[in-house]
């Protein structure tokens, strides 16, 4: 239950992030979001230290960040701990990325919007903390893994892929240059909208398709360990698409 809940924190964590950077406008001006970035960063450089608060200059959001880190390095698993602050750490690096282009209004390309919509997803360190909440977590041969790593990415495209098709419709009335796979789709191929979003479903259950055969190559290779971090991703790209058939977050 202690690893489920800082899960569920990190959940909450990253909504009221994305929130202030998407609702409150902090994501629209770089210049106004590095400071905060740098306190961040600042958080995470003491790896959750307990006797290193965080500096001051972090706010009330890296207050809540360094509890994070804390209770995953009260964990014990230093591997998991490392893993988890790099992940969080691209995470707010991305979002300097995506401030850039809001200013600039630049709509990237699909191959680079892909490579950073995995980190602004802020999914990895959510694939960390579960595994970490596992009674059977992999250990560091495991999850170093080209086979495992490799489908962690397809399971990360296909959370961050749902969200885009279901959060266009919102998006694209308040911001038509927003950061979504449908934009980016439409704006490289010169297709309308229905097209693109018809295409960016296709780049998903295409996404689908391919980790289905990776999971299944995994399963075969008949190692037990893999079990359980198979099901965890699994259920993630699931329950990402069950939630957001209801959510009315996206509405």
């Known amino acids: 239950m202690r690893g489920l809940r800082l899960l569920t924190d990190l959940i909450s964590w990253l909504f009221v992030m994305d929130d202030a950077c998407d609702e409150d406008g902090l994501g629209d001006d770089p210049g106004r979001l590095?400071?905060?970035?740098?306190?961040?960063l600042g958080v995470l450089d003491r790896a959750g230290d307990p006797a290193a608060p965080p500096p001051p200059e972090a706010g009330p959001l890296g207050a809540a960040l360094h509890d994070l880190c804390r209770r995953t390095r009260a964990e014990g698993q230093a591997s998991m701990l490392l893993r988890f602050v790099s992940q969080v750490r691209q995470y707010?690096?991305?979002?300097?990325?995506?401030?850039s282009n809001r200013q600039r209004r630049r709509v990237p390309g699909v191959t680079e919007y892909v490579q950073l919509r995995r980190h602004i997803g802020g999914v990895h360190?959510?694939?960390?903390?579960?595994d970490?909440?596992?009674?059977?977590?992999p250990g560091p041969a495991r999850r170093a893994d080209p086979a495992l790593a490799a489908l962690d990415l397809l399971a990360v495209d296909l959370v961050c892929w749902c969200n885009d098709l279901f959060s266009y419709g919102k998006e694209s009335r308040s911001d038509p240059d927003a950061h979504n796979l449908v934009t980016v789709i439409a704006q490289e191929r010169g297709l309308g909208e229905t097209d693109a979003l018809r295409a960016a479903a296709d780049r998903f259950n295409q996404g689908l398709l391919a980790y289905q055969a990776a999971e299944d190559g995994l399963l075969a290779s008949g190692v037990e360990a893999l079990h359980s971090p198979l099901?965890?991703?699994?259920?993630?790209?699931?329950?990402?698409y069950d939630w957001s058939v209801v959510a009315a977050r996206y509405a």
């Open 231 to 240: 099901a965890a991703r699994r259920n993630w790209v699931r329950a990402t």
């Open 34 to 40: 590095a400071p905060v970035i740098a306190g961040l």
């Open 125 to 130: 360190p959510c694939l960390t903390l579960t």
């Open 92 to 99: 707010l690096l991305a979002l300097l990325w995506e401030a």
């Open 132 to 137: 970490l909440a596992s009674e059977q977590p």
